[in-house]
């Protein structure tokens, strides 16, 4: 089955109801705009013999209203469907998005996934309405307008469909180099879109390093790819356009050229070669807008694709293929088993993370000490379940980690990360992200030591940080991430680095907060005085967990940690 197949079954047939009377709506169009020539040419009939034709003149003129009304449902009834797509399919393509593991959406830059939920979803909304509208505008009005020109001369008619076919083969042709382009297109402008995203955020470093000419380069040799793709295109579709309207030009010269013979001849009155006539100019109209319709068509079927590659993957989640369902989360601190825990990015080859094992009774903290690129940060995403650990690796109070409910799972879980994200709003509303109340929050922002800095604030917690909170210094960014994760109840603290941007005198009254007791916890940090008072300290190296023990055991022995501690007591004693 085809994307376009899948899309179809998925979001149109709930409108199929829609789509009936809106193409009822359009015979009823095409009935009223073919008849008007019909009339026409029996008044002219009229006219010619000496009769009166007061009587088709009010005919034609309802008709014409006639159309005007119905012509317009019709389009409501086609575009309204196009337009609940539309919005179905954003809806559907977020959530997708965000139920996904980081390492699917790794796949595509920001740019491209930005594009696919804009432009690409726009070309699905033409594809549900407008497209729809046009392809069955067209069918119905060849079939009704078909019928009438076999009625008046079935020798004309058959003449007319010669051209039409052969400018249709001709069509075909050109719109399989079209869907090349498009596809092309598309992809360029993901390209683009990602390019301008990253400088506006990078916008900083780009200043500081002084890279504005490579960043325009960039900038313009992204933009002329974008144009040629895009003129390539542009090329190729005004030229189906002009070989349907020659194959309408043709059927007028056929038309004219024989029909004309037929009426000298008696065979047609003048009434009726004006009629039909008047039907084959109704169908230039459709037949020209038919190469829009395909382009668009083509350009769709390529937007589906693309959104298809989001949407059709199931998050990985094996909590939810477990026999019987997934396990409910714990709620309250759990006992953590970590058995040769292990871990490599796909597609690297690499190994991040090397057989770590440990126990960590429940509301014990358990301290995470080593090198960059020791693993300590994967680790924590192993254990917040941003990636998959292999079944057996993480037990929660014996139960293996991938068989309790994800959801629930990270509903129990307070997750700091090394480099937290802030969103552009206010420091109430980055505070509350996912907390059902502020009910904790005053309790919470003095554990993190956050309300002298509020009080500095103009509007206090309803002050806007600004993009990625670009307002804040580094250590303020640092607390408000570290009071958005505690302030929702949870049972585990999985706390990566978190206080690397504090001051001593902040990082010492926020310890004692972070370790009592009231969570399981996990602390990654570089530095020592952080980790001294956890039940047990891992040391991470390259291979794997070089040492362990308590912050007394580890510093009476010889090695990086050791080393870190003298090098830590140095810089104490030197300031």
Known sequence: ??????????????????????????????????????????????????????????????????????????????????????????????????????????????????????????MARLLAGFTALGIVNTAVALVVTGAQMIRISPVLAAMTVIPVLVGFAITQAVVRRLLFWMTALQQQAAALSDHVLTSYQGIGTVRVHRAHAAFEQRFQDLSADWVRSSIRRSDLRVGIGPVLSLAAALDVFLLLWFGGAMAIRGELTVGELVGFTSLAAYLVGPLRGMSFIVSLWKQSEASIDRLEEVLRPEPERPDLVRPGGP?????????????????????????????????LPPGRTLGVFGPTGAGKSTLLQLLARLENPAPGTVLVDGVDLLDLDLDGWRRATCVVQQRPFLFSETVRDNLLLGAPDDGRLDRILATVSLGPDLASFPAGLDTPIGEAGVTLSGGQRQRVALA??????????????????????????????????????????????????????????????????????????????QDAWHAESQLRAAS
């Open 327 to 359: 396990l409910p989360a714990p709620t309250q601190p759990p006992r953590i088993e970590l058995r040769n825990l292990g871990f490599t990015w796909p597609g690297t080859g690499r190994a991040a993370l090397h057989g770590v094992s440990a126990t």
């Open 1 to 122: 089955m085809s994307s376009v197949d899948r899309f179809f079954r998925r979001y149109l047939t709930g409108y199929l109801g829609w789509y009936a009377v809106g193409t009822a709506a359009l015979v009823a169009t095409n009935w009223m705009s073919v008849e008007i020539p019909m009339i026409l040419g029996r008044a002219i009939d009229a006219l010619t013999h000496g009769g009166d034709a007061t009587a088709e003149a009010g005919s034609i003129a309802l008709l014409g209203l006639g159309v005007i009304v119905v012509r317009t449902a019709s389009r409501l009834l086609f575009f309204t469907p196009g337009r609940l797509v539309e919005a179905r399919l954003k809806r559907d393509l977020f959530e997708r998005m965000i139920r996904q593991q980081p390492r699917f959406l790794r796949q595509w830059s920001v740019g491209d996934l930005v594009s696919r939920h804009t432009s690409d979803v726009n």
């Open 484 to 561: 958005r994760g505690l302030v929702r109840p949870h049972v585990v603290r999985l706390l990566d680095d978190v206080l690397s941007a504090v001051d001593a005198e902040t990082e010492a009254s926020l310890l004692p907060q972070l370790m009592c007791g009231d969570a399981t916890t996990v602390l990654v940090s570089h530095r020592i005085s952080a980790l001294r008072n956890a039940h047990e300290i891992l040391v991470l190296g390259d291979e794997g967990v070089v040492d362990r023990g308590t912050h007394a055991d580890l510093v009476t022995r010889p090695g990086p940690y």
